[in-house]
């Protein structure tokens, strides 16, 4: 039995702008800006030869299944070889499900990649994450997450498309860094993007932002444009919106993460624990997570 393991970061987007108008789905994707985080998704993908493919996933701990995304890259992988293997597959999530932090993406991203490296596929790097971005686009749950998830970091996608053909400009000091976020609950990225009415709405502002980001790749830049985005949107539920206002009245910089019912801030890492210390006030229960920027990108591990 051959097995292989891979990690990607959590990412959290702020704001971003729908490239899907291409008919190929390698040059699909978004133009946006995000964070992407130390905790993430680990993979772990264990193989051995059989008469017929057989698969099981299991999902923190779990035998489950509907997992679209994972089985449409197990599919596109499994079409490399003429072996047949029974193949088992264990996701382990740090972060929210459908919270906006990334965790289809991350899920099809090292999925992709430890199945490259146990099934002895010998595809580069580049071309395994291109699997999962094409997964991604056909299963409508996420547009420029992989892309983001190779490359780590904070930084704005300038040129949307799969790895290898988007282009992205990173931010020198994201060590010094630190993500602050609180969850409440899960919002549907495929339904988002199906929204003909909120999908103009992205696009109204979202494309100008990335732009404006490109000149000036700051913390503080990203975070005002990332509400002024939240507030265009105008899908923040009323608890988020709660907390939003709160923060704002406070001075504290917050904004929504795309998509998912989460309040995060982007900040100095000697900030950390003041944003902590104000989310967890304001809203009583939650649990409040901080987490240092991931500057690899996704890995084998």
């Known amino acids: 039995?051959?097995?292989?393991?891979?990690?990607?970061?959590?990412?959290?987007?702020?704001?971003?702008?729908?490239?899907?108008?291409?008919?190929?789905?390698?040059?699909?994707?978004s133009r946006g800006a995000g964070a992407?985080?130390?905790?993430?998704?680990?993979?772990?993908?264990?193989?051995?030869?059989?008469d017929q493919n057989k698969y099981t996933i299991n999902f923190n701990g779990k035998v489950t299944d509907g997992f679209f995304v994972s089985e449409n890259?197990?599919?596109r992988m499994l079409r490399r070889t003429e072996r047949r293997y029974r193949i088992f597959i264990d996701h382990r999530l740090e972060t929210p499900l459908g919270a906006g932090l990334g965790s289809?993406?991350?899920?099809?991203?090292?999925?992709?990649?430890?199945?490259?490296?146990?099934?002895?596929?010998?595809?580069?790097?580049?071309?395994?994450?291109?699997?999962?971005?094409?997964?991604?686009?056909?299963?409508?749950?996420?547009?420029?997450?992989?892309?983001?998830?190779?490359?780590?970091?904070?930084?704005?996608?300038?040129?949307?498309?799969?790895?290898?053909i988007g282009e992205a400009l990173k931010y020198d000091r994201s060590e010094d860094l630190a993500v602050i976020f609180l969850h409440f609950g899960p919002l549907s990225t495929k339904e988002a993007l199906s929204n003909p009415a909120l999908r103009r709405r992205i696009n109204e502002l979202g494309g100008r932002f990335v732009n404006e980001l490109s000149r000036d790749l700051k913390p503080s830049t990203f975070m005002d444009l990332s509400r002024r985005f939240t507030d265009h949107l105008g899908i923040a539920t009323p608890r988020l919106k709660a907390v939003?206002?709160?923060?704002?009245?406070?001075?504290?910089?917050?904004?929504?993460?795309?998509?998912?019912?989460?309040?995060?801030?982007?900040?100095?890492?000697?900030e950390a624990e003041v944003v902590a210390e104000f989310l967890s006030g304001a809203a009583p229960g939650r649990e409040v997570k901080i987490a240092r920027i991931d500057d690899r990108g996704a890995r084998l591990t």
């Open 1 to 29: 039995m051959r097995e292989a393991s891979a990690f990607a970061p959590g990412h959290l987007t702020g704001f971003f702008q729908i490239c899907d108008e291409a008919d190929d789905p390698l040059y699909k994707g």
């Open 36 to 50: 992407s985080i130390t905790l993430g998704v680990h993979t772990r993908v264990r193989a051995e030869s059989s």
């Open 73 to 75: 890259v197990l599919g």
């Open 104 to 164: 289809s993406g991350g899920g099809a991203l090292t999925l992709a990649l430890a199945l490259n490296e146990a099934l002895e596929l010998g595809m580069s790097y580049i071309d395994a994450a291109r699997v999962a971005h094409v997964a991604e686009i056909e299963c409508k749950t996420g547009l420029g997450t992989v892309f983001a998830a190779t490359e780590g970091g904070f930084g704005v996608l300038f040129k949307p498309g799969a790895p290898g």
């Open 244 to 270: 939003l206002n709160d923060a704002r009245r406070a001075g504290i910089p917050c904004t929504m993460a795309m998509f998912g019912e989460v309040a995060f801030s982007l900040v100095e890492r000697d």
